[in-house]
């Protein structure tokens, strides 16, 4: 029992030595592992149409931040990038698209690796719709008419115009088209204007990303005028003398003849400025020509200078494209048609006596189709 005693004794005062610090020891250790820094706060998203600028507060005793983006595939968040500040772009995103993303303080350890601390809720964002492209101004006396490319998913699109007084821009016109006729401007004065797509929220609608400066110089209308073409069946050199040209690009044509495009590079992209293709069929003979032209001048202006040239003529519903009417005027040695669009004026003249072989009857046939589909609109 001393024995007992004595042996239980030691062991008690062992305990005291040892056992007491130990314990202190894994205390302050707990201590120190709960300790933990907070997650950020104060998270904040700015999209574009490609990507995610995130921001928050700074996390006191944070080194660093973890960035964590949901991968929809893996259905997890995974790391996206650690920053040192206090912002994060998170790039290479696609258009009108939710994303949700966290974000975690670090510490960093003495070998320069990280500690997680505590992860954010998760946010989200989502991407705009990109500005609209292919922007075309076609100017007359007072006004003018802008017109651009459509954008995918958009419900409507807000025209912006600047004001001088505020130094900002203001929303002019909401439309649902993808154009706008502008009006009231003054001749010789420089106006700026914005685009951008809109998608409907609700009863409302939320601008998404905007175009670039437009710059609107209003002027005087000019007289259109029909441009002068060569005769059908002269040759190619004729025709080039006639039309007054020196530099000019020769391109095969999909009949098997030739163009010869003045004013452009290519045949397939005429879509600014004054432009001309005479087209040659395989003998080297002029058959037809297409023409582009920019002009001020209004569409009544632009109608009456075609009907003293070439008549009334039949109209095509714009129905069948979607886009502007073509006016036509056939006979039976030859085929011409106009459309006319925010000042921008396509002409095309065919000669189908000297046209390659077949082409007449497909310009045939592609007329009497769109007649049909323009009776049915």
């Known amino acids: 029992m001393k024995k007992t005693r004595f042996l239980s004794a030691v062991l008690a005062g062992a305990m005291a030595l040892s056992a007491a610090p130990a314990l202190a020891e894994t205390f302050s250790v707990s201590a120190y592992a709960a300790a933990v820094l907070p997650a950020p706060d104060g998270i904040k998203a700015s999209a574009s149409s490609s990507g995610i600028k995130v921001t928050w507060n700074a996390v006191e005793g944070a080194d660093a931040y973890r960035v964590y983006l949901y991968n929809i595939y893996s259905q997890e968040y ?7 500040g206090t912002t994060c772009n998170i790039t290479r995103l696609a258009a009108n698209e939710t994303y949700k993303f966290k974000v975690a303080a670090l ?10 601390q505590t992860v954010s809720a998760a946010c989200a964002a989502k991407t705009k719709l990109p ?24 419900d409507a699109y807000r025209v912006y115009k600047y004001s001088s007084k505020s130094g900002k821009y203001l929303k002019y016109k909401d439309v649902k088209a993808y154009r706008i006729e502008v009006a009231g401007l003054t001749d010789g004065k420089t106006y700026r204007f914005r685009i951008a797509p809109l998608v409907k929220s609700g009863e409302s609608y939320k601008p998404q990303e905007m175009t670039t400066d437009i710059f609107v110089s209003p002027k005087k209308s000019e007289p259109f005028t029909v441009p002068d073409l060569p005769a059908f069946g002269v040759t190619a050199s004729e025709a080039l003398k006639v039309m007054d040209v020196t530099n000019y690009t020769v391109m095969s044509s ?13 045949l397939f992209s005429m879509t600014g ?25 209004g569409e009544k202006e632009i109608l009456d200078a075609f009907r003293s040239r070439n008549g009334e003529p039949e109209v095509l519903d714009a129905g069948i494209t979607g886009g502007s009417d073509t006016y036509l005027w056939e006979s039976e040695t030859e085929v011409k048609m106009a459309s006319i669009t925010a000042g921008m ?21 592609g007329l009497s189709e769109s007649r049909k589909a323009s009776s049915d609109i």
Not at 107 to 116: L, V
Not at 131 to 154: E, F, K, L, M
Request: aromatic residues 10%.
């Open 78 to 84: 995974e790391v996206y990038k650690n920053v040192s």
């Open 273 to 297: 400025g004054d432009q001309t293709a005479l087209l040659v069929n395989d003998r080297g003979i002029y058959y037809g020509a297409m023409i582009m032209n920019s002009t001020a001048a």
């Open 131 to 154: 500005a609209p492209s292919a922007v075309n101004v076609s100017v007359r006396s007072g006004g003018a008419d802008i017109s651009w490319g459509g954008v995918h998913g958009a």
């Open 254 to 266: 999909y009949d098997g003849g030739s163009a010869y495009v003045c004013g452009s590079s290519s």
């Open 345 to 365: 004026v396509v002409y095309v003249e065919i000669g189908l006596k000297y046209s390659p072989g077949g082409f007449a009857e497909e310009i045939t046939q």
């Open 107 to 116: 510490i960093k350890n003495e070998n320069g690796s990280y500690t997680e």
